[in-house]
């Protein structure tokens, strides 16, 4: 499966973009200048040429001339070639224990697809839940919070295994792209598009880039955001907005069809086929439920949560549930691992250069008394959210966007850990506005049912709905846990 918000998507019918030679020679062009400038604000020379690389990567992320993996791998062996950052620190990404999580995560997910246990708990809440077109939507929503903890590729969640499912349940109603798009298949391609969005950002292991979020506080902010800690600032907004988000669209974008009495039916017939839940199945329910108490009960076992998803992959290998071909064919979770990896170290050559520190500085100084650091906070959300507009890759965005943002608002006196939740969860959720802003979106959106100008006028309806939730419910709670 692609990895979500790892892949620059071209949007959908629009005209052919830059040429490969065009997209390779302007991050080449940006880290030559960068590393050329002389020395700003008291830094290095090294620290100026660990800007040019760490830019020209990013750009690379964007402009994609390379595979992203080739992209990052190129940027670390230019870090260790130049003499910029030693072998040691070039590679030191790699051992990196979220770059581990997040891997141990794609292959949890390999085992929901391989079991067919990811279509039976969808399937399962169709048959209970999907009498009503508006019931139909919640049912897929919840299908997808349940798989979300172990699916850290929402386009592996959306589109490999919820996508099949939502485009037959469309075709049950009659409703087909053009003229009978309205009847169900719309709202449904639209609803499971945004609340997908809603469920990657609820978990430290249900989208790739959160834990890049999480790894780039703890190294940038001396921030340390656990998987508990996450989901328990997530749970509360994000069950509202999945709520809200089926409801708001069904009033506003209605289907032609209400009820859905073939819905259940055709569940009822898909779980049959599946028959009684198969040993693969069973095994792959245990170990997750297992993981998932290791991992919430995690202050009082003491267990790191990557040893915790570790002994759970290797014990789905002994149990069968996967083999080592699967784990070897896993290529989202190893691609994971070579771009994660690798920005991690050159993130971490950043903070080594003390560029960051010297960006909080002079960012502070240069706005000195901006007031209240709840404005300035609001204020760089926005930002984070509405530059999605101009970035297809979720990536992308957070390698680019996220530590500066979040230098910002922390040297104007906003809480680091609440920053980075901040920021961390509309990291997913910025990704509501186009029909190219992570790897769902031209899944969805390339299905035919809706036209890009409803898509793009309910992605920007809901980003304000999203603002709302998470930011003013979502403030409030957070005020609850303690995080201001």
Known sequence: MALSGAKTVKAVGSSPGPSVAVRAAIPIAVA?????????????????????????????????????????????????????????????????????????????????????????ISYIMIRAFGKSTLGLAYAIAASDLVIA??????????????????????????????????????????????????????????VAPAPLVAELARKNFDVNVTWIGWA???????????????????RLYPPEVSTSPDAPRMAARELESMGPMSRGEKAMLG?????????????????????????????????????WKDVLGESGGWDALIWFGGLVAMANGL?????????????????????SWMLVLFLVVLLYVYLHYFIASMTAHV?????????????????????TIALGVFSSLNASLTHYGTGPAPIYFGAGYVD????????????????????????????????W
């Open 149 to 206: 903890p172990a699916t850290p590729s929402n386009t592996a969640r959306a589109g490999g295994i919820l996508f099949p499912i939502v485009r037959s349940l469309a075709a049950s109603f009659g409703s087909e792209p053009g003229p009978t798009a309205r009847k169900a298949g719309a709202f449904l391609m639209l609803t499971e598009y945004q609340v997908n969005l809603v469920t990657s950002a609820m978990f430290l292991t249900s």
């Open 32 to 120: 030559v200048i960068v590393w050329l400038l002389p020395p700003i604000w008291g830094l290095q020379a090294g620290a100026m040429h660990m800007i040019g690389l760490f830019l020209g990567t990013i750009l690379g992320l964007i402009l994609q001339p390379l595979p992203q993996g080739a992209v990052v791998i190129l940027g670390v062996a230019l870090t260790a070639i130049t003499g910029t950052l030693s072998i040691g620190d070039s590679l030191s990404g790699f051992a990196n224990t979220t770059v581990w999580l997040i891997v141990s995560a794609f292959l949890f997910a390999r085992g929901f697809i391989k079991t067919g246990l990811g279509r039976r």
């Open 232 to 250: 328990a600032a997530a749970v509360v907004p994000g069950l509202v907005a999945l709520a809200l988000i089926p409801y708001l669209l069904y």
């Open 351 to 371: 903070s080594k250069w003390g560029v960051i520190g010297a960006l909080a500085d002079n960012v502070k100084l240069a706005l000195g008394d901006a007031g």
């Open 287 to 323: 170990v997750f439920l297992l993981t998932l108490v290791l991992w919430a009960t995690g202050q009082w076992n003491h267990l790191h949560e990557t040893a915790v998803a570790l002994a759970g992959v290797a014990l789905l290998i002994v149990l069968g549930v996967v083999n």
């Open 399 to 419: 390698t680019a966007f996220f530590v500066p943002l979040a230098a910002v608002a922390i040297a104007l006196g906003a809480p680091a850990y609440l920053v």
């Open 452 to 483: 890009q100008t409803t898509w793009w006028k309910f992605g920007f309806l809901l980003s304000v709905v999203n603002l709302i939730v998470w930011v003013g419910l979502g403030g409030l709670w957070w005020k609850v846990l303690g995080l």
